[in-house]
């Protein structure tokens, strides 16, 4: 299967049926998303236990692209040090302008595609700007501005 029929089905699937979506007990972190000129707005919670993330959670209305990111995110961050999360966002901007070939996102990896619609890309950073926020003690994140 090509890369693009794999997006589009992970993409709606994950759309569809979000993964961890719903607010999370206990949270020890959050932040709330948008994109003002789209209409995007999420809300990020997570659970931090020495380090490492042990849960995330969202919520909110968004486009298939900004859901179906939080969603894959949210099982991705799982155990992760929440530490080297700047730098698997900065990883993966890179990997969704460019299209390189990272094999550390797993199923995140399939929205490289979106080096073929720059517009888009905005939503996929959503959910990654706005897990930053909540790890760095940010109340709110967007990825465009009002003047965009």
Known sequence: MSA???YQQLVLDHYRHPRNRGGLAQHTHAADGANPLCG???RVEVRCVDGRIEAMRFSGEACAIA???ASML???VADRPSAALADFAQRFER?????TDDSAFGPLLTLRELQRYPSRRKCALLPWATL???LT???R???ETESA
Do not use: Y
Not at 95 to 99: E, F, R
């Open 132 to 134: 930053h926020a909540a």
């Open 40 to 42: 995007d707005a999420l």
């Open 95 to 99: 990997l969704i302008a460019d299209g």
């Open 74 to 76: 949210s099982e991705w």
């Open 137 to 139: 003690g940010v109340a």
């Open 141 to 143: 994140a967007t990825t």
């Open 4 to 6: 693009s029929p794999l």
């Open 67 to 69: 859901t179906a990111t």
